[in-house]
């Protein structure tokens, strides 16, 4: 029992977790991406579709990815390049993606999906209590983690990660510097939306191996506020993403053994943990001004 419960933690925190790690690196470089959900979604009837089409999860994994990238390189060609608003900017890809999605995935609706097979690794996944949930978990799983690792060493012990932070931190002087300030943040922008849309394909072909409009179901913003809870900390996602994640599988738990509160409330809940965690936060403006890169959604322009 408790393993299973962590093994649908895992299966809820995982899309959770890649798209707020994207974004995170995405916010590290001074940039602010609201367009993560239509980036999901769009990951997520792209990865169903070449999936189902070829038969093979993994090329659309990569379609999912090259997708997200794609929609991350309009999005820093309008605020990088245009220097359009970087807000409604982003809210605009939201709405564009979750309409074509629902264009595209029109004749999707109703076929079964092919879904990712699990990684079993054998022996190790019949350890009592933690074994399936550490070692019999789909490929996109163990992903998810080493994209924490990844980040996370990147960004505070290489000389790249120092450069994105600068630029984050202070793009004046970074560009005074000589570092190409527009040419880092388009690159983190691309990282960034290549997650989203990994974290969309992992929704249609492992958590929910079909296609339903709209599947990501709000989940982008919760990323989003995943990356302001954890203060811009890789390790803190991991944990924000895990509790977001039991609070998602709680509820549907409190369903099913007849909770007597109506189901409606019940589904709201980690949307209304979304907005508790937000609130807290912001009580906290010393902390939240200390690890908050210093330029977050100002343009860069550089001098002529």
């Not at 924000?240 to 019940?266: D, E, K, R």
Request: include cysteine; hydrophobic fraction near 55%; proline fraction near 5%.
């Amino acid at each position: 029992m408790f393993e299973s419960v962590l093994i649908t933690i895992a299966t809820a925190a995982t899309p959770l977790l890649i798209a707020a790690i994207g974004e995170l690196v995405v916010e590290r470089s001074g940039v602010l991406n609201l367009g993560v959900e239509g980036m999901m979604v769009m990951g997520a009837v792209t990865g169903f579709g070449v999936a189902i089409t070829t038969g093979s999860p993994w090329l659309g994994v990569f379609a999912a990815i090259l997708v997200g990238a794609a929609f991350a390189l309009l999005f820093g060609f309008l605020t990088l390049t245009l220097v359009t608003n970087q807000v409604a900017t982003g809210l605009a890809l939201t709405l564009l993606g979750l309409g074509v999605s629902g264009m595209i995935g029109e004749a999707f609706i109703g076929l079964p999906g092919v879904k990712m097979s699990p990684w079993v690794i054998p022996v190790l996944s019949d350890i009592p209590l933690v074994g399936r949930f550490l070692f019999a978990q789909a490929p996109l799983f163990y992903i998810s983690i080493l994209l924490v690792i990844g980040v996370s060493y990147f960004l505070f012990s290489t000389r790249a990660g120092l450069t994105l932070r600068s630029v984050g931190d202070n793009h004046d002087s970074a560009h005074a510097l000589g570092i190409r300030v527009i040419a880092v943040r388009y690159a983190a922008v691309m990282f960034g939306g290549a997650c989203a849309g990994l974290a969309g394909a992992y929704l249609s072909l492992v958590y929910t191996p079909q296609w339903i409009e709209n599947m990501t179901a709000g989940r982008g913003w919760i990323a989003l506020a995943l990356v302001v809870f954890a203060s811009w900390r890789p390790w803190r996602v991991l944990a924000g993403a895990y509790l977001f994640g039991a609070v998602s599988i709680g509820q549907l738990h409190a369903q099913v053994i007849g909770v007597s509160v109506p189901s409606q409330l019940l589904s709201a809940l980690p949307y209304v943990a979304t907005i508790a965690v937000l609130v807290l936060i912001s009580r906290n403006r010393r902390l939240t001004m200390v690890n908050t890169p210093a330029c977050l959604g100002r343009p860069f322009v550089p001098a002529r």
